[in-house]
């Protein structure tokens, strides 16, 4: 069964951001990237699936290949999904017009014009690299991630290892996630998590249609192992939304001491207090100060 649908791009669009956020893991298990084109393993209503977006100048074409039959209509929940993912629904132009001018932000935004912050597939899949990726380094959480995908073991019939969703990692025992290099916190946070999720008792899709942020905040950090950082991360990259202060991340910090010229470091409640100012796009001036430090998409 496939899907498809073609998503209206605005002209300053950048696929460069896409393509490098999908392209962290150079093995190209789980996602296969091009100068043009991503193709991603994922799973679609328990199936395997490939999910195919190919970008032209002002559209991008998206296909999404399931291995077996889904029951019901799901043309509008894919097409949402693509938007997300892209970033199409956030928004950069007010951002831009209000800083474009602003001592710091203005260069930032001359040097990056139209950068929109890529959206994983599924808000679990966000969450589940947050906690990840958690006090390491980039390159380790893509290792971590990398061996979690080969854990769960799900193949779509194209050849790409697919994303696990709950009850695939429910699936796995406890010792078999510290095998594949998680600590036993970690371990325990991603079963934990898991299980809610699959018990719906953490509706995670759901919430991407009306995006609750204090009640996502308020349940999210209930779960042992969970923390604020861990949830800005998840909102923006899971949902897209740019309000969440990361002043948490240390990348941010280190990007804020250059941006504001500071000799000293700065601490959390310093960079807490400076993000403030720019509430409702907290994060998006923070995925703007990743993008200044690295190639690597975080």
């Known amino acids: ?17 896409i393509l490098a956020f999908h392209r962290r ?62 970033g199409l629904a ?3 132009e007010a951002f831009e017009e209000r800083y474009h001018n602003h001592s710091q932000l203005g260069p930032l935004i001359e040097r990056q014009p139209g950068l929109r912050v890529p959206v994983t597939a599924t808000p679990f899949e966000a969450l589940t690299w947050a906690i990840t990726g958690q006090q390491i380094s980039v390159s380790a959480a893509i290792s971590l991630r990398r061996k979690l995908i080969k854990a769960a073991n799900i193949c779509h019939s194209g050849g790409l290892l697919c994303y696990p969703e709950a009850r695939q990692i429910l699936e796995l025992e406890e010792e078999t996630l510290r095998q594949a290099g998680f600590s036993t916190t970690k371990s325990k946070t991603l079963l934990k998590l898991s299980a809610l999720v699959a018990d719906d008792k953490l509706p995670l899709d759901v919430w991407a249609e009306t995006l609750p942020v204090d009640a996502i905040r308020t349940q999210l950090e209930a779960v042992r192992g969970i923390g604020p950082w861990t949830v800005n991360y998840a909102l923006l990259r899971g949902y897209g939304w740019l309000d969440g202060s990361l002043h948490g991340d240390a990348a941010v910090r280190r990007g804020l001491q250059t941006l504001l010229n500071s000799p000293e470091k700065i601490c959390e409640e ?29």
């Open 1 to 17: 069964m496939q899907l498809s649908c073609s998503i209206p791009l605005p002209a300053t669009f950048r696929p460069g951001d």
């Open 25 to 86: 893991d150079p093995q190209e298990n789980a996602e296969r990237v091009s100068d043009a084109s991503l193709h991603k393993g994922m799973i679609w209503c328990g199936a395997p699936a490939c999910l195919s977006i190919r970008f032209h100048r002002r559209h991008a074409m998206a296909a999404l290949d399931i291995d077996n039959h889904v029951v019901g209509d799901r043309q509008r929940d894919f097409e949402r999904m693509v938007w997300r993912m892209l």
């Open 90 to 92: 956030q928004g950069i």
């Open 270 to 298: 310093e960079a807490s207090t400076w993000l403030a100012q720019f509430s409702p796009w907290r994060a998006l001036i923070g995925a703007h100060i990743w993008a200044t430090q690295s190639s690597v998409a975080y």
